[in-house]
Nanobody, 114 residues
Framework: VQLQASGGGLVQAGGSLGLSCAAS????????MGWYRQAPGKQRELVAA???????NYADSVKGRFTISRDNDKNTVYLQMNSLKPEDTAVYYC?????????WGQGTQVTVSS
């Protein structure tokens, strides 16, 4: 499975950004797709994840602000980020599970200025 992420960039606090991640390869075996992030000096953490059936879960810190969605026909997962805060600044990584393996896309930088 190969993952190609796009989106991200620089935005002011309170603004919005969208990320997308397209999967290729053994896509029919993918179960959960999601987004993780890693801020400087911190561990990588789950932001949001979504099953093939559309069930989603979110980190408490982003609930109500971020929305994850998935288009199974396009093999793409999206992350809409609203009401961004400086503490959302991080490198965001797309993730896909083909049990028992996890695959990662290249990171994309999201920077939120205060």
């Amino acid at each position: 499975v190969q993952l190609q992420a796009s989106g991200g960039g620089l935005v002011q606090a309170g603004g919005s950004l969208g990320l997308s991640c397209a999967a290729s390869g053994s896509i029919f075996s993918i179960t959960v797709m999601g987004w993780y992030r890693q801020a400087p000096g911190k561990q990588r953490e789950l932001v949001a994840a979504i099953t093939r059936g559309g069930s989603a879960n979110y980190a408490d810190s982003v609930k109500g602000r971020f929305t994850i969605s998935r288009d199974n026909d396009k093999n793409t997962v999206y992350l809409q980020m609203n009401s961004l805060k400086p503490e959302d600044t991080a490198v965001y990584y797309c993730n896909a599970w083909v049990v028992p393996y996890a695959y990662w896309g290249q990171g994309t930088q999201v920077t939120v200025s205060s």
